[in-house]
């Protein structure tokens, strides 16, 4: 009021026409009682009214009227925001317009008005022309759009102004704070937003908002927008859906054949009850998933058959949050614009990173951990800003989001969809999905599309026109009402109970049966609208995305992840203190002295060591397994926005792969360098570090290959046993091969189910490298003489074949002949009961015989060889061939007698050389347990040599024996083989068995890649399901 009155007290007084527009806008806004009060306010401070002789007098503004105006503007400056202070200039034009007293002295003070309110001066021109002038070609002004019939080049006035005759429209938008101001000229009634309005008045058009005459098609504030947004350097977007069909793989529709074209600079929203089919239709949009039938074109191009052509043309923003709880707001943005600009350094990066969160209102959140949605450290509308952000700073032409408002109060809520209408103002389309949005929500859209169970359209349209749209089809009253006369509220609640009506019975009560099927709805609408579909062909649009190279993806995963453990700090307490802890308990408790007088602890005594390897390689497994489990599926929901915009999947899984990487290496050092010297476990540290290192880097590509397999954490943790039990039965630590069911044991050979165990390599690798590669065993008198374990190995070969496989060959023969001897004998003798014909053959013991002599002379090339092999025949056996095969068998054995004897000798000698550094070492490297495991010394009363599938099988001393190459690739040896035969050669069974883990990982990594386990998972729920 104040204002008011200084402006109107210039040049010699207020006119009578400025005080009835003020009693007027009074009256508009206040109760009858106030308007009294202000009105007298008013005239005290406006002063007399100037007589009409005085009317055209001119006189400047006194000092104290301008420093009062100043201070007065400086006030509306701290208490009104800029959209307020465009609408109070507007009514400052409005006064001085009533009494056509555009005199220099009102002007210099609202001139003075919109420079402290910081106006922009062409703005300011063009309220004032709009305010001032009548006639069209007064009004002449790019922010000025006037709307009249007969218009040939004006697109919009063909397009909305039909059915207003002799009318004039003048629509103003002040672009700094995207406000709309309405006039009219006209001898018809039209209603704004319902309400009647007069002619010559201006009125703001809030978003949301329509104006129509009796009998014309409304205007809306999206028509008016559009037309504005057109005369703007926008390049042109058209999202075109032609008859799309989506089914899924039940056999349900989800989306039934809907057709409609939405253009760039509008707001859409997809509205339905629960079911309806809302996000898959956003899905199919925006390329996610491909219709059953139909097409979705961008700009007349095919999303799904071009997609390469329009990568990075639309965003997508889904319900789930985005977010990574351990980074900080700014850390969340910079590495999701990393991942968008390839081509642009850090520092550029950087910049358009903090220029967006300053657009959005969270500058002063950068540096705070966004924490979890349960946890919040930012409001949920601050992380809705900052998922929407993720998006948003690659600025897509198109950019589709799922239920935004989810979760958030009607303040966050409305805050979320004006940033949403303020992108349509750079020409973006923007479609949503929304669920229950309030009256000023509803109406902010431009467009909303209406989806029925089963995927039908039910409408497709202006927010406030479909109100009235199902109102008209539903027959009530008052149904050409869209928003309420007094208040302007729109009740979208209304249009489902339209639609989900239900049928009466005759007790009044409502049924399960609907009044108007789905199909119906659709219809009906089709019907009275029919799709217009877009074939105006445009330009492709321009390639937004630029994804950066596949190592610079790799390093911009890897400092992610990196920056997420980091800061962390109850991840990374735990993560360096859980192994370090572990080797200190397990060394601890196994630290074994059995003589109870004696305080000295020996590492030959300690019988625990066998345990402490095997219990290690658990230790390994289990860190690497639960680091591993939920890497994956913590972030799935990132990946489906990731994988929407086509980054590397090689980039991620290998930056998860070298990140676990990083953590088992800590993790196995921290662990070894407690538990080994404490055990003291010398000379063997790097060995026992890749084993383990080996054992938990398969650990972690296992946990990964879950992680990325089932959709909860539960899931997750509850396969862990499933797949560290197995590997813990079948280590060949807790039950010896030999010795399990028959159905999967081998007796000359690891049962093949241990085989793809990684535990039973890591084990076998350090048990035979502990017995082997000690210092005990590897001393030598010289650099290439023989070595404590070179000499057991010989003397246990020799004493093999000597005492136990050579007198095992000659029973066999024995009995053979037996039954030979026995043959002949009932065939001289018709009166004795007859033997069977083939009971030599059946007896087993010249196959047996056969196939070991053969081997015999296969291993030992030295020896003479037996060139009565073929004789070993049922047919061609006889006694000469007995006396032959038994003379070669006694030169055999005396030749290991004579070899065994030799090595005896030499070992006494350099054991009687050596004794006290023989004593010393042991005591210190070798260990009595561990020995007797890997030569099986504790099972003397089992038989040492077994008879299998016609073969002689060695069973003690399995670290001494080397196994036989039985082809180019077999590598199957039997339990505790000092090496393997590969490729026809033989490799240390340590090396061989730790590479065979590292191929076997690409194998791990493969199936990661490809995502073989959740396929196999799928594929048996899918069974289930049928079932």
């Given at each position: 009021?104040?204002?008011?009155?200084?402006?109107?007290?210039?040049?010699?007084?207020?006119?009578?026409?400025?005080?009835?527009?003020?009693?007027?806008?009074?009256?508009?806004?206040?109760?009858?009682?106030?308007?009294?009060?202000?009105?007298?306010?008013?005239?005290?401070?406006?002063?007399?009214?100037?007589?009409?002789?005085?009317?055209?007098?001119?006189?400047?503004?006194?000092?104290?009227?301008?420093?009062?105006?100043?201070?007065?503007?400086?006030?509306?400056?701290?208490?009104?925001?800029?959209?307020?202070?465009?609408?109070?200039?507007?009514?400052?034009?409005?006064?001085?317009?009533?009494?056509?007293?555009?005199?220099?002295?009102?002007?210099?003070?609202?001139?003075?008005?919109?420079?402290?309110?910081?106006?922009?001066?062409?703005?300011?021109?063009?309220?004032?022309?709009?305010?001032?002038?009548?006639?069209?070609?007064?009004?002449?002004?790019?922010?000025?759009?006037?709307?009249?019939?007969?218009?040939?080049?004006?697109?919009?006035?063909?397009?909305?102004?039909?059915?207003?005759?002799?009318?004039?429209?003048?629509?103003?938008?002040?672009?700094?704070?995207?406000?709309?101001?309405?006039?009219?000229?006209?001898?018809?009634?039209?209603?704004?937003?319902?309400?009647?309005?007069?002619?010559?008045?201006?009125?703001?058009?809030?978003?949301?908002?329509?104006?129509?005459?009796?009998?014309?098609?409304?205007?809306?504030?999206?028509?008016?927008?559009?037309?504005?947004?057109?005369?703007?350097?926008?390049?042109?977007?058209?999202?075109?859906?032609?008859?799309?069909?989506?089914?899924?793989?039940?056999?349900?529709?989800?989306?039934?054949?809907?057709?409609?074209?939405?253009?760039?600079?509008?707001?859409?929203?997809?509205?339905?009850?629960?079911?309806?089919?809302?996000?898959?239709?956003?899905?199919?949009?925006?390329?996610?998933?491909?219709?059953?039938?139909?097409?979705?074109?961008?700009?007349?191009?095919?999303?799904?058959?071009?997609?390469?052509?329009?990568?990075?043309?639309?965003?997508?923003?889904?319900?789930?949050?985005?977010?990574?709880?351990?980074?900080?707001?700014?850390?969340?943005?910079?590495?999701?614009?990393?991942?968008?600009?390839?081509?642009?350094?850090?520092?550029?990066?950087?910049?358009?990173?903090?220029?967006?969160?300053?657009?959005?209102?969270?500058?002063?959140?950068?540096?705070?951990?966004?924490?979890?949605?349960?946890?919040?450290?930012?409001?949920?509308?601050?992380?809705?800003?900052?998922?929407?952000?993720?998006?948003?700073?690659?600025?897509?032409?198109?950019?589709?989001?799922?239920?935004?408002?989810?979760?958030?109060?009607?303040?966050?809520?409305?805050?979320?969809?004006?940033?949403?209408?303020?992108?349509?103002?750079?020409?973006?389309?923007?479609?949503?999905?929304?669920?229950?949005?309030?009256?000023?929500?509803?109406?902010?859209?431009?467009?909303?599309?209406?989806?029925?169970?089963?995927?039908?359209?039910?409408?497709?349209?202006?927010?406030?026109?479909?109100?009235?749209?199902?109102?008209?089809?539903?027959?009530?009253?008052?149904?050409?009402?869209?928003?309420?006369?007094?208040?302007?509220?729109?009740?979208?609640?209304?249009?489902?109970?339209?639609i989900e009506a239900q049928v009466v019975d005759e007790f009044g009560r409502y049924t399960e049966k609907r009044k108007v099927k789905p199909e119906e709805w659709a219809a009906t609408?089709?019907?009275?609208?029919?799709?217009?579909?877009?074939?105006?062909?445009?330009?492709?649009?321009?390639?937004?995305?630029?994804?950066?190279?596949?190592?610079?993806?790799?390093?911009?995963?890897?400092?992610?992840?990196?920056?997420?453990?980091?800061?962390?700090?109850?991840?990374?307490?735990?993560?360096?203190?859980?192994?370090?802890?572990?080797?200190?308990?397990?060394?601890?408790?196994?630290?074994?002295?059995?003589?109870?007088?004696?305080?000295?602890?020996?590492?030959?005594?300690?019988?625990?060591?066998?345990?402490?390897?095997?219990?290690?390689?658990?230790?390994?497994?289990?860190?690497?397994?639960?680091?591993?489990?939920?890497?994956?599926?913590?972030?799935?929901?990132?990946?489906?926005?990731?994988?929407?915009?086509?980054?590397?999947?090689?980039?991620?899984?290998?930056?998860?792969?070298?990140?676990?990487?990083?953590?088992?290496?800590?993790?196995?050092?921290?662990?070894?360098?407690?538990?080994?010297?404490?055990?003291?476990?010398?000379?063997?540290?790097?060995?026992?570090?890749?084993?383990?290192?080996?054992?938990?880097?398969?650990?972690?590509?296992?946990?990964?290959?879950?992680?990325?397999?089932?959709?909860?954490?539960?899931?997750?943790?509850?396969?862990?046993p499933l797949i560290i039990i197995p590997m813990m039965v079948l280590s060949g630590a807790m039950f010896p091969f030999d010795k399990l069911n028959r159905f999967i044991s081998s007796?000359?050979?690891?049962?093949?189910?241990?085989?793809?165990?990684?535990?039973?390599?890591?084990?076998?690798?350090?048990?035979?490298?502990?017995?082997?590669?000690?210092?005990?065993?590897?001393?030598?008198?010289?650099?290439?003489?023989?070595?404590?374990?070179?000499?057991?190995?010989?003397?246990?070969?020799?004493?093999?074949?000597?005492?136990?496989?050579?007198?095992?060959?000659?029973?066999?023969?024995?009995?053979?002949?037996?039954?030979?001897?026995?043959?002949?004998?009932?065939?001289?003798?018709?009166d004795r009961v007859p033997v069977r014909s083939n009971a030599l053959a059946e007896s087993g013991k010249l196959e047996l015989l056969r196939n070991e002599l053969e081997r015999l002379?296969?291993?030992?090339?030295?020896?003479?060889?037996?060139?009565?092999?073929?004789?070993?025949?049922?047919?061609?056996?006889?006694?000469?061939?007995?006396?032959?095969?038994?003379?070669?068998?006694?030169?055999?054995?005396?030749?290991?007698?004579?070899?065994?004897?030799?090595?005896?000798?030499?070992?006494?000698?350099?054991?009687?050389?050596?004794?006290?550094?023989?004593?010393?070492?042991?005591?210190?490297?070798?260990?009595?347990?561990?020995?007797?495991?890997?030569?099986?010394?504790?099972?003397?009363?089992?038989?040492?040599?077994?008879?299998?599938?016609?073969?002689?099988?060695?069973?003690?001393?399995?670290?001494?024996?080397?196994?036989?190459?039985?082809?180019?690739?077999?590598?199957?040896?039997?339990?505790?083989?000092?090496?393997?035969?590969?490729?026809?050669?033989?490799?240390?069974?340590?090396?061989?068995?730790?590479?065979?883990?590292?191929?076997?990982?690409?194998?791990?990594?493969?199936?990661?890649?490809?995502?073989?386990?959740?396929?196999?998972?799928?594929?048996?729920?899918?069974?289930?399901?049928?079932?």
């Amino acid at each position: 009021m104040e204002l008011f009155a200084l402006v109107v007290k210039q040049d010699k007084g207020m006119l009578k026409d400025e005080r009835d527009y003020i009693y007027t806008f009074l009256s508009k806004q206040l109760t009858r009682e106030s308007v009294e009060e202000y009105i007298n306010l008013f005239d005290n401070l406006a002063g007399p009214m100037a007589d009409g002789s005085e009317k055209n007098g001119l006189s400047s503004p006194t000092v104290k009227d301008s420093v009062r105006i100043l201070g007065i503007c400086k006030k509306i400056n701290r208490s009104l925001s800029q959209e307020q202070k465009v609408v109070a200039l507007t009514r400052l034009y409005e006064l001085i317009n009533s009494g056509k007293q555009f005199t220099p002295q009102r002007l210099n003070i609202i001139n003075t008005v919109s420079e402290v309110f910081k106006i922009d001066p062409d703005e300011v021109l063009a309220i004032e022309q709009f305010v001032k002038n009548d006639t069209p070609e007064k009004l002449i002004n790019p922010k000025i759009l006037v709307l009249m019939p007969g218009q040939e080049k004006c697109k919009a006035c063909k397009k909305v102004m039909p059915g207003y005759h002799d009318t004039v429209m003048v629509f103003i938008r002040v672009p700094s704070v995207d406000l709309y101001f309405f006039k009219y000229y006209s001898n018809d009634q039209l209603f704004l937003n319902g309400l009647p309005v007069t002619s010559g008045i201006i009125y703001t058009f809030a978003k949301g908002s329509s104006v129509k005459s009796h009998q014309a098609h409304p205007i809306y504030y999206s028509d008016i927008n559009s037309t504005f947004l057109l005369e703007e350097s926008f390049p042109r977007i058209i999202l075109t859906v032609e008859n799309i069909t989506y089914r899924f793989s039940d056999g349900g529709t989800a989306v039934n054949n809907l057709s409609f074209s939405l253009e760039g600079g509008n707001l859409v929203g997809i509205m339905g009850s629960s079911g309806s089919g809302k996000t898959s239709l956003l899905n199919i949009m925006s390329g996610i998933l491909k219709p059953t039938s139909g097409s979705v074109k961008i700009n007349g191009i095919d999303i799904t058959e071009n997609r390469n052509v329009l990568e990075g043309v639309a965003g997508y923003v889904p319900q789930d949050d985005l977010l990574i709880e351990d980074l900080t707001v700014f850390e969340n943005l910079y590495f999701s614009a990393c991942q968008c600009f390839g081509g642009k350094s850090r520092e550029e990066i950087t910049r358009i990173t903090e220029q967006t969160l300053s657009n959005l209102g969270l500058w002063e959140k950068r540096n705070l951990k966004v924490g979890s949605p349960l946890k919040n450290v930012i409001s949920g509308g601050q992380r809705k800003r900052l998922n929407i952000a993720l998006e948003l700073i690659r600025e897509p032409s198109i950019l589709f989001l799922d239920e935004p408002t989810s979760g958030l109060s009607s303040r966050d809520s409305e805050n979320i969809m004006d940033l949403l209408r303020d992108l349509t103002l750079k020409g973006k389309l923007i479609v949503t999905v929304v669920h229950q949005p309030s009256s000023d929500i509803f109406k902010l859209f431009d467009n909303v599309i209406i989806l029925d169970q089963g995927g039908y359209m039910a409408y497709s349209g202006n927010p406030v026109e479909a109100v009235i749209y199902f109102k008209t089809l539903d027959a009530q009253i008052n149904s050409s009402v869209g928003e309420c006369p007094s208040c302007g509220n729109v009740n979208p609640e209304m249009i489902f109970n339209v639609i989900e009506a239900q049928v009466v019975d005759e007790f009044g009560r409502y049924t399960e049966k609907r009044k108007v099927k789905p199909e119906e709805w659709a219809a009906t609408f089709n019907d009275k609208h029919p799709p217009a579909l877009s074939s105006e062909v445009l330009e492709t649009p321009a390639r937004i995305l630029d994804r950066p190279s596949t190592l610079r993806q790799f390093l911009i995963y890897f400092l992610r992840d990196f920056k997420t453990k980091t800061a962390n700090s109850q991840y990374m307490l735990l993560m360096l203190l859980e192994a370090p802890v572990l080797g200190f308990i397990l060394s601890f408790i196994i630290r074994y002295i059995p003589d109870p007088r004696s305080d000295k602890y020996l590492f030959f005594d300690n019988e625990n060591i066998p345990i402490y390897i095997f219990m290690a390689i658990i230790v390994a497994l289990f860190l690497g397994l639960t680091i591993s489990a939920e890497e994956i599926f913590r972030d799935r929901k990132i990946l489906k926005r990731e994988r929407f915009l086509g980054l590397n999947r090689h980039s991620y899984l290998v930056s998860k792969v070298a990140i676990l990487l990083i953590i088992s290496l800590i993790q196995v050092f921290l662990f070894l360098i407690i538990a080994n010297p404490m055990l003291e476990v010398k000379g063997l540290f790097w060995k026992y570090f890749l084993a383990l290192f080996t054992t938990a880097f398969f650990a972690n590509l296992i946990g990964l290959n879950i992680s990325a397999s089932f959709n909860s954490a539960i899931t997750i943790y509850i396969v862990i046993p499933l797949i560290i039990i197995p590997m813990m039965v079948l280590s060949g630590a807790m039950f010896p091969f030999d010795k399990l069911n028959r159905f999967i044991s081998s007796v000359d050979k690891v049962p093949f189910i241990a085989e793809v165990m990684p535990t039973r390599w890591t084990y076998e690798a350090l048990m035979v490298s502990q017995f082997k590669d000690n210092r005990y065993a590897r001393f030598s008198e010289s650099q290439y003489g023989p070595t404590v374990y070179d000499y057991k190995k010989n003397i246990s070969i020799a004493n093999y074949y000597s005492v136990r496989y050579i007198p095992a060959l000659i029973s066999a023969l024995e009995t053979t002949d037996s039954v030979y001897r026995e043959m002949t004998r009932i065939s001289n003798n018709p009166d004795r009961v007859p033997v069977r014909s083939n009971a030599l053959a059946e007896s087993g013991k010249l196959e047996l015989l056969r196939n070991e002599l053969e081997r015999l002379n296969r291993k030992f090339p030295s020896l003479q060889p037996f060139r009565n092999l073929n004789d070993l025949s049922v047919g061609k056996y006889n006694n000469s061939v007995y006396q032959n095969t038994l003379a070669y068998l006694r030169y055999v054995g005396d030749s290991f007698t004579r070899i065994g004897n030799k090595v005896s000798d030499e070992w006494d000698n350099f054991y009687i050389t050596n004794r006290d550094e023989i004593r010393r070492l042991e005591n210190m490297h070798g260990n009595l347990k561990l020995q007797e495991i890997v030569t099986k010394f504790y099972e003397r009363d089992k038989s040492k040599i077994l008879e299998y599938k016609n073969r002689l099988v060695q069973n003690y001393d399995p670290v001494y024996l080397e196994p036989e190459n039985r082809g180019y690739f077999a590598f199957r040896t039997h339990f505790f083989a000092p090496s393997k035969y590969f490729m026809g050669k033989l490799f240390d069974t340590f090396g061989f068995n730790i590479t065979l883990l590292l191929v076997s990982l690409i194998l791990l990594y493969i199936a990661l890649y490809y995502e073989l386990l959740g396929k196999l998972v799928g594929y048996v729920e899918r069974i289930r399901f049928k079932k």
